[in-house]
């Protein structure tokens, strides 16, 4: 067992065993041309990883015993689009993590956040979102040739199937994208990496009535859990937006049985965030430049930054209005 609580199982023989779905890159579209505003963008972003103020507060938190815990979240890895990173692009990625943070489990980080004592070391864990089946063609292998644990998180009715999923078939998708099987799952879970619910259909429980929403949590656990044993479970919500992401789904997910449940809402954990809302970062944007994924990782997050400003003006409309 290595100190971040993640060993690979038998790692030659299921590296050996994975090798087989290892496919080359799907043809898929290239990134687009950069545009000036791009390279704006880069400069900005250059000039946050780079200008000292990182090393600077992170030397700071970890003294305090408060380091940023990170958890990132991809799709697909092979494309390039909006859910899609080109497999080289997600190894560099890899490369980057490993180099500058403690890669981890995300049981490892429930159980920091559980455990409440000091965090020193900026630490990472990886996760997949919805069940494509290039997770296990396109990541699984750099993965284990990285040594860096991850979660994927898969919606268990559109496992074995060809269903495509709704923000694909919102997107226009010419043809359904292969989804991951349960024997897939099996090889995934006996190679070390873990597997948790995305939902049952991939539902966005910020609008499904409560019997959907307890269905959606629970059928999903129960299948995992009869497919491919039982064992301790994460959960994350589909979307993942602070309006997909309501109390009560929060409270039946904990009741439910899984140990963790994460987000979309961008930003780091830290000591004592609750485990039972574990934020996570997009890292799988393939129009994303390299600067941009190492910055938002670092806490440069547009995204977050959007979210917090609108948090502050809704509270202050609130009491304004009151
Ligand atoms: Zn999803």
Redesign the pocket.
């Known amino acids: 067992m290595t100190p971040n609580g993640f060993h690979f199982q038998h790692e030659a023989a299921v590296a050996q065993r994975t090798e087989r779905f290892v496919e080359d890159s799907p043809a898929g579209p290239r990134p687009r041309g950069r545009t000036w505003v791009d390279a704006a963008k880069d400069a900005v972003f250059f000039a946050f990883l780079y200008c000292g103020y990182v090393p600077l507060r992170d030397a700071w938190l970890s003294l305090i015993g408060r380091s940023r815990a990170v958890v990132v979240y991809y799709h697909r890895v092979g494309d390039c689009d909006r859910l899609s990173k080109p497999t080289a692009d997600f190894r560099r990625d890899l490369e980057h993590l490993k180099r500058r943070y403690e890669c981890i489990s995300l049981a490892e980080l429930s159980r920091r956040l559980h455990g409440g004592k000091a965090m020193r070391r900026r630490s990472i864990a990886v996760t997949f979102?919805?069940g494509y089946r290039d997770n296990l063609t396109q990541a699984v292998s750099p993965l284990l040739a990285a040594g860096v644990p991850a979660t994927f998180f898969v919606?268990t009715g559109f496992i074995g199937t060809r269903r495509p999923f709704p923000h694909d078939q919102r997107d226009g998708a010419r043809a359904p994208r292969p989804n991951l099987t349960w024997p897939d799952l099996a090889l995934m879970q006996t190679a070390g990496f873990e597997i948790g619910s995305?939902t049952t259909d991939?539902t966005n429980l910020g609008t499904a009535d409560d019997q959907t929403m307890r269905q959606q949590i629970g059928d999903s656990l129960t299948a995992l859990n009869r497919e491919l044993g039982r064992r301790p479970r994460a959960f994350s919500f589909?979307?993942g937006q602070p309006a997909d992401v309501p109390p009560d789904a929060v409270a039946a997910a904990r009741d439910a049985g899984y140990y963790a449940v994460a987000s979309a809402f961008g930003g780091a954990n830290r000591r004592g965030a609750d485990p039972f809302h574990i934020r996570r970062v997009d890292a799988g944007n393939g129009h994303l430049s390299r600067l941009a994924v190492r910055a938002r990782i670092a806490g440069f997050d547009p995204d977050y930054l959007r979210l917090r400003i609108k948090r502050m003006l809704s509270r202050r409309s609130h009491r304004d209005g009151k």
Request: zero cysteines; aromatic letters at 14%.
């Open positions: 979102d919805d919606a995305h991939h589909p979307w």
